[in-house]
Nanobody, 123 residues
Framework: QVQLVESGGGLVQAGGSLRLSCAASGRTFSNYAMGWFRQAPGKEREFVATINWTGVEIYYADSVKGRFTISRDNAKNTVYLQMNSLRPEDTAVYYC????????????????WGQGTQVTVSS
């Protein structure tokens, strides 16, 4: 089992920045690829970014490419999502997720999920 706890969400004005963190515990964090997903009110959960177990391979949704950066620190068992140039449409609950080794873009491929952290971007 892997336990995931997100933090760093909050209220920010459009154009601002936030950094989300996801702390993992349980099994060996470095064996897992990590992903960030988000769910806005009334919408389906959608993919945001993913990083493989080494941190070398990364993939972003087109909607966040160039604004968001995913990274990981295996020594701290933590994955991050740096979010810059935030827009009102980025408002959502953000979830981190874990799966074995290789990155993935669909939520069904992930085995473990955090409880989510709210990000609200005001216009």
């Amino acid at each position: 089992q892997v336990q995931l706890v997100e933090s760093g969400g909050g209220l920010v004005q459009a154009g601002g920045s936030l950094r989300l963190s996801c702390a993992a515990s349980g099994r060996t964090f470095s064996n897992y690829a990590m992903g960030w997903f988000r769910q806005a009110p009334g919408k389906e959960r959608e993919f945001v970014a993913t990083i493989n177990w080494t941190g070398v391979e990364i993939y972003y949704a087109d909607s966040v490419k160039g604004r968001f950066t995913i990274s990981r620190d295996n020594a701290k068992n933590t994955v991050y999502l740096q979010m810059n140039s935030l827009r009102p449409e980025d408002t959502a609950v953000y979830y981190c997720a874990a799966r074995g080794y290789s990155m993935a873009r669909t939520q069904g491929e992930y085995d473990y999920w955090g409880q989510g952290t709210q990000v609200t971007v005001s216009s």
